[in-house]
């Protein structure tokens, strides 16, 4: 796969694609993940936001880091069951406190990178046609824009019920050295249970 990652003094990412068996409307649901091997605290939430705020970007209110607005959503209950990639990552994004793309790369167009969006920089986020403003924040770019990041994922590569093909990115940061990858493992192994092939990218 093409992917860069620009310098980043903060960023520690941990990458992998996951290749779905059947596609996603055909695969089971999320089995139970068991006791969590990781925790949230305020210092995770601390280090994340300085994370996106590197860049000049804002992450509060309705551009908090997607890990927060899970930990608001599980307040209120269960969260709710989309499919297996994403229940996954919700999952694992709400007990690690770090925030985690899925892309569908088959709505994806290579070359990717990762780097901090420039001034004037949105995309559309959901299904309704709201836009984000991007200006300063870390995205993974696809050859026609940004189109994932720690805030919200573009509509236009989000994953469907045809999805057979993912990359996932854990937004991790140097202030916690290890715990990315420490949560993308454990984000790996709930798919591998599954019978999902995953493919480490870093």
């Known amino acids: 796969m093409n992917l860069t990652i620009e310098d980043h003094p903060l960023l520690e990412a941990a990458l992998f694609v996951a290749e779905f068996p059947r596609a996603l409307a055909e695969m089971p649901a ?10 949230t605290s305020d210092e995770v939430k601390k280090h994340i936001r300085d994370l996106l705020r590197f860049g000049g ?19 209120e209950g269960p969260l709710p069951a989309i499919n297996l990639a994403v229940d996954a ?10 925030p985690i ?11 990717l990178s990762i780097r901090i969006a420039p001034a004037g920089t949105t995309y559309v986020f959901n299904v309704s046609g709201q836009t984000i403003d991007l200006r300063g924040l870390l995205c993974l770019f696809d050859a026609e824009g940004p189109c994932a990041n720690a805030v919200k994922d573009a509509q236009r590569t989000k994953t469907s019920a045809e999805t057979t093909r993912t990359l996932s990115v854990v937004w991790g940061t140097r202030a916690l050295a290890g715990r990315a990858g420490e949560a993308a ?3 790996r192994a709930l798919l591998e249970e599954a019978l999902v092939r995953t493919e480490d990218l870093g």
Do not use: F, I
């Open 185 to 187: 493992r454990w984000y």
């Open 89 to 98: 990552c919700n999952v694992v994004s709400l007990h690690s406190g770090l």
């Open 57 to 75: 970007y804002k992450p509060t209110g309705r551009g908090k880091p997607s890990s927060e607005y899970l930990l608001g959503v599980a307040a």
């Open 101 to 111: 793309s899925v892309v569908d790369l088959s709505r994806a167009r290579e070359p």
């Open 30 to 39: 999320l089995c139970a993940p068991g006791t969590p091997p990781l925790s």
